[in-house]
C-alpha cells in the first residue's frame, strides 16, 4: 500500500521553507572560508571556528585548516589521504544519455534528485579542495624562506595531482609537460588540464617566480643547509642566472649545483623526446646484420612455406631472414639562435640543452648563438648546457641583427643546413632583420622561427613578423617544444 502524502504545489506562496540542507551548509562554510582567505589573509573567526567544527565532523583533521601545515605533512600523518587527494579536483565523467531522461522525470515528478549523491563525500571533498587551493593561491606577500619555497613547490605538486597531473607538469618551466592524467578510481579518464584551466600553468609559474623574488637568495645560497632545502625549477634558474656574477664562494658553490640538478631533469625528459623523433628511414643499402635479435621469424616461416613435410610434421627452412635495422645518416647542419633577453629566459635555458642533445647525435653539426644586443656563439660550449648557461648575459634589448651577422657565415651548405631562430622578434632593426631572414630562407636552408620553447607553450609573437613569416611560408611555430623536436626529425631523418 502507498502512503500517501500532502504535498503544497510548486509554487505555493503558502508552502513553508524547506528545511535547511546541513550537508550543503558545510560544504558552502568551507568554500565561504577558502573565498575569505584567498582575499584577506586575516582570519573570519566565525567561519574558522565553523570549518573546524565541520572538519572535525567529518573526520578530517584539524591541520587541514592551519595555513603554516604543508599537504606533505598531513598525508605523512594520514597516508590515507594520498589516494583520496590525487585526481580530487578532475570532472567526474558525464552521465549516460539515459540517467539524464531519468533525472529529468524524477524532476518533473518531484522525487528526490540528490538520493544518489553523497552529500558527506562532497563536503569532505570541499575541505580537502580548500586546503590545497588556499596553500598554492594564498603565497603571502613578506620574505620568503628556502624552507617556505620548498613546501610551496610540494604543494603545488599536489595541486597538479589533484587535476590529474604528474607533479611539475603544468608549471612552465619544470621537466615534463601537462599530461592527461588519471583520475581517482571511479572517477573515469581525465579530461587534459588545459581544458580544465587553460591558464593554471602559467599562474603556478608566476606565484613560484614571485616567491623566488622575494626571498633573500645570496643569504639562502651562503648557507648549505638552506641551500640543500631549495628546488630547482625555471624561476629559481633565472634568478641564479641573472645574479651568478654577484655571487663567490659557498653561494656560487650552491647555485652551480642547482643549476646542474635542474639542466640534468630538463635534459633527461628532453633525451627521450629527442631519441624517440629522430629515427632516420632504413637504409636498405647495407646489409642486415646476421645477429639473433635482427631474425624476421616471421618472414623466414613464410618464405619457407614451400619446404612442410606433411609427413614428417616439419618445416624444413633454407634461409633465414633479417630485418634491416641501418639508418640513412648524412651530415647535417643545426644553426640555433636564441633571445636571450629578459622575456626569453625559459627558452634559453631549454634551447642550450636541446642543442647539447642534438650536438651529442651522429653526424650532427650544431651550432649555437645567444643574442640581446649583443651576439655571443657559444657552440664551444655546446656540449655541455651547464657551463653554456654559466657563459649567458641574461637582460637587455634585442637587436637581431647582430645575431645574424654570426650566423650567415656558418651556412655553407643551405640545402644541408636548417637555422631555428627563437625570439618573441619584438626588435629593434625590424625590416633589415626579415630581410636577412628572408635572404637565408631562400638560399635553400630550412629556417624555422619560433615563439618561444617552454614546456607549457605560452609565448607572445610580433605580430608584424608572424604575419610576414606566414606570406614567406614559413609560419611561427607555436612554443611547445615537442613541436620542435618533432621538426628538427623531418631534418635530421
Not at 528526490?112 to 579542495?129: C, H, M, N
Not at 592527461?180 to 580544465?196: E, K, N, V, Y
Amino acid at each position: 500500500m502507498t502512503e500517501h502524502t500532502d504535498r503544497p504545489a510548486a509554487g505555493d506562496p503558502t508552502a513553508p521553507d524547506p528545511a535547511p540542507d546541513p550537508f550543503e551548509t558545510r560544504r558552502q562554510v568551507q568554500y565561504w572560508r577558502l573565498l575569505a582567505r584567498l582575499f584577506d589573509h586575516e582570519e573570519q573567526p566565525t567561519l574558522e571556528s565553523a570549518s573546524l567544527a565541520v572538519v572535525e565532523d567529518i573526520g578530517l583533521p584539524s591541520a587541514l585548516l592551519d595555513p603554516q601545515t604543508s599537504v606533505d605533512s598531513i598525508v605523512q600523518r594520514h597516508p590515507e589521504l594520498a589516494a583520496e587527494l590525487d585526481g580530487l579536483m578532475v570532472p567526474a565523467p558525464a552521465p549516460e544519455d539515459a540517467a539524464d531522461t531519468a533525472d529529468t522525470e524524477d524532476t518533473a515528478e518531484g522525487t528526490d534528485t540528490d538520493s544518489t549523491r553523497d552529500r558527506a563525500a562532497e563536503v569532505r571533498r570541499a575541505a580537502l579542495v580548500s586546503k590545497v587551493l588556499l596553500n598554492v593561491f594564498a603565497s603571502g606577500t613578506s620574505t620568503v624562506t628556502a624552507g617556505q619555497l620548498a613546501r610551496w613547490q610540494s604543494d603545488a605538486g599536489w595541486l597538479e595531482r589533484a587535476l590529474g597531473c604528474e607533479p611539475g607538469g603544468l608549471r612552465g618551466g619544470r621537466a615534463g609537460a601537462a599530461g592527461t592524467g588519471t583520475g581517482a578510481a571511479g572517477r573515469g579518464p581525465a579530461p587534459g588540464p588545459d581544458r580544465l584551466i587553460p591558464a593554471i600553468g602559467p599562474e603556478l609559474g608566476a606565484i613560484e617566480a614571485g616567491l623566488v623574488r622575494r626571498m633573500q637568495l645570496r643569504e639562502v645560497l651562503a648557507d648549505p643547509r638552506l641551500a640543500a632545502r631549495l628546488t630547482p625549477s625555471m624561476s629559481l634558474i633565472e634568478q641564479l642566472l641573472r645574479d651568478k656574477n654577484n655571487l663567490s664562494g659557498v653561494a656560487l658553490a650552491n647555485a652551480k649545483d642547482l643549476i646542474r640538478r635542474f639542466v640534468d631533469e630538463v635534459a633527461a625528459v628532453l633525451r627521450t623526446q629527442v631519441e624517440k623523433a629522430t629515427v632516420g628511414a632504413l637504409d636498405r643499402s647495407v646489409p642486415p646484420k646476421r645477429v639473433f635479435r635482427n631474425l624476421d621469424l616471421d618472414r623466414t616461416i613464410w618464405k619457407n612455406l614451400t619446404n612442410w613435410s606433411p609427413q614428417e610434421e616439419r618445416l624444413y627452412v633454407d634461409r633465414l631472414y633479417y630485418r634491416h635495422t641501418a639508418r640513412k645518416t648524412m651530415p647535417q647542419r643545426l644553426i640555433v639562435v636564441v633571445d636571450q633577453s629578459g622575456s626569453m629566459v625559459d627558452s634559453m635555458v631549454n634551447c642550450t640543452i636541446l642543442a647539447s642533445i642534438f650536438a651529442g647525435l651522429p653526424k650532427v653539426d650544431v651550432h649555437l648563438i645567444a643574442y640581446d644586443t649583443q651576439a655571443l656563439d657559444l657552440t664551444p660550449w655546446v656540449h655541455d648546457p651547464f657551463e653554456t648557461l654559466l657563459r649567458t648575459q641574461l637582460g637587455g634589448g634585442t637587436d637581431g641583427t647582430v645575431a645574424m651577422a654570426l650566423a650567415q657565415p656558418k651556412i655553407a651548405e643551405p640545402r644541408n643546413t636548417v637555422v631555428v631562430w627563437i625570439s618573441d622578434f619584438y626588435e629593434w632593426r625590424t625590416e633589415e632583420l626579415f630581410a636577412s631572414m628572408t635572404a637565408v630562407h631562400r638560399s635553400g636552408a630550412k629556417f624555422i622561427p619560433v615563439g618561444s620553447v617552454t614546456s607549457a607553450g605560452r609565448g607572445s609573437v610580433n605580430p608584424w613578423f608572424r604575419e610576414r613569416f606566414k606570406d614567406l611560408g614559413t609560419p611561427v611555430l607555436s612554443g611547445h617544444i615537442r613541436k620542435l623536436v618533432q621538426e628538427l626529425k623531418t631534418f635530421l631523418a
